[in-house]
């Protein structure tokens, strides 16, 4: 009998920073879709990239840290502050796969990425050897029907926030501590 696997969603993104939207996000999927743990997997800056809005990676790093604190079954993981880069998701999966061979890797993305992700990069040996759970996005339809088995749509609430948003927010000295956990608010508060 296969010893069972911990169910693991992987939520990348820069978090940049990390908001209510995507603290929300997570934690349904964690107590609504079968997911034992979630991972935020923060992005690192990529260096071929011109990214001047894009705060420094342990920053971001630590905004996820203090954010989670106090949900255990989230996680925040810099894995891919230590992979070659630019790293592809496939890379990123199989490397997490081969440190962790006790975990089933859950990969989480919007149905905006969905709809890119025949343009991803060796997209259809993620489907064949990983998990995809795919979230709604707004103007973004995705018909069950037409899913591979390895793709979940999971029917999560609708919360639209921004980071460029809650960037430019606090950029102009605006109180917005309401789209941001308490912690990380005081915390960009002191920056």
């Not at 795919?134 to 037409?146: A, K, W």
Request: hydrophobic fraction near 40%.
């Amino acid at each position: 009998m296969e010893k069972y696997k911990i169910k693991t969603g992987i939520f990348g993104g820069s978090f940049n920073p990390v908001h209510i939207g995507h603290l929300a996000l997570a934690n349904y999927l964690c107590e609504y879709s079968g997911l034992d743990e979630l991972w935020f997997l923060v992005s690192p800056h990529n260096p071929l990239k011109r990214q001047t809005d894009l705060w420094d990676d342990n920053l971001r790093l630590e905004l996820v840290k203090l954010a989670i604190a106090d949900y255990p079954k989230f996680r925040a993981s810099d894995f891919e502050f230590h992979l070659p880069r630019p790293s592809y998701t496939i890379h990123t999966l199989d490397a997490l796969q081969k440190a962790y061979p006790d975990r089933e890797f859950i990969l989480i993305i919007g149905a905006d990425n969905w709809h890119l992700f025949p343009r991803w990069y060796k997209a259809e040996e993620i489907l064949k050897n990983h998990q995809v759970m795919v979230y709604p996005r707004p103007g973004f339809m995705i018909d069950p029907g037409t899913l591979p088995s390895s793709v979940q749509l999971v029917d999560t609430p609708l919360l639209e926030i921004s980071s460029t948003f809650i960037r430019q927010a606090l950029a102009e000295g605006r109180d917005v501590r309401y789209f941001l956990h308490p912690v990380v608010y005081e915390r960009l508060k002191k920056s």
